[in-house]
T-cell receptor
Framework: ETGVTQTPRHLVMGMTNKKSLKCEQH?????MYWYKQSAKKPLELMFV???????ENNSVPSRFSPECPNSSHLFLHLHTLQPEDSALYLC?????????????FGPGTRLLVL | GQNIDQPTEMTATEGAIVQINCTYQ??????LFWYQQHAGEAPTFLSY????GLEEKGRFSSFLSRSKGYSYLLLKELQMKDSASYLC??????????FGAGTTVTVRA
């Protein structure tokens, strides 16, 4: 089983739709992350969960709502998105949030908002 | 916020060597990472430096100078499969990871 999986891989949605992105990690890690990657821009950290508790919200608009039911699963619920939210959404996990912890990424969900 | 700079694009010939530089300004420092990302795929971990000096791992090496806020990734004996984007990322004093915009390396035959 691949370390970090994400579904769907591609998503097209209208601005009035509600959809959810799913991430699952099979590495036994305790920390999980959502990133946004737009063309030619650095990865932007959105949310961090450590032991299922949200430890960071990087000033993300409320139209993005994360959920972490357990250490292996992370969701990103989407509603009333804007066209500028179109991007690659990457999930990552790490053993913990201490020094030297390496983050392992999933393949991402390519989102297009029409 | 953090400031991480790396060149946008580099081109090199198969079998050659390419050095990708990264400069950073962060609030505190807890390590620097290099990731490789092929188009449409996940970033994959290449190297980690927290102390000054050179870390060698096969064809790839990474160097760090904390006093200069500088790192480089050295790719030797370039292969076509090395064509990808290379991301420099720095962990700050709060263990938050910030990424550069990435350097797209194109390897020509």
């Amino acid at each position: 089983e691949t370390g970090v999986t994400q579904t769907p891989r591609h998503l097209v949605m209208g601005m009035t739709n509600k959809k959810s992105l799913k991430c699952e990690q099979h590495l036994g890690h305790n920390a999980m992350y959502w990133y946004k990657q737009s063309a030619k821009k650095p990865l932007e950290l959105m949310f961090v969960y450590n032991f299922k508790e949200q430890t960071e919200n990087n000033s993300v608009p409320s139209r993005f709502s994360p959920e972490c039911p357990n250490s292996s699963h992370l969701f990103l619920h989407l509603h009333t998105l804007q066209p500028e939210d179109s991007a690659l959404y990457l999930c990552a996990s790490s053993q913990d949030r201490g020094e030297g912890e390496t983050q392992y990424f999933g393949p991402g969900t390519r989102l297009l908002v029409l | 916020g953090q400031n991480i700079d790396q060149p946008t694009e580099m081109t090199a010939t198969e079998g050659a060597i390419v050095q990708i530089n990264c400069t950073y300004q962060t609030s505190g420092f807890n390590g620097l990472f290099w990731y490789q990302q092929h188009a449409g795929e996940a970033p994959t971990f290449l190297s980690y430096n927290v102390l000054d000096g050179l870390e060698e791992k096969g064809r790839f090496s990474s160097f760090l100078s904390r006093s200069k806020g500088y790192s480089y990734l050295l790719l030797k004996e370039l292969q076509m499969k090395d064509s990808a984007s290379y991301l420099c990322a720095v962990r700050d004093g709060d263990y938050k990871l910030s990424f550069g915009a990435g350097t797209t390396v194109t390897v020509r035959a």
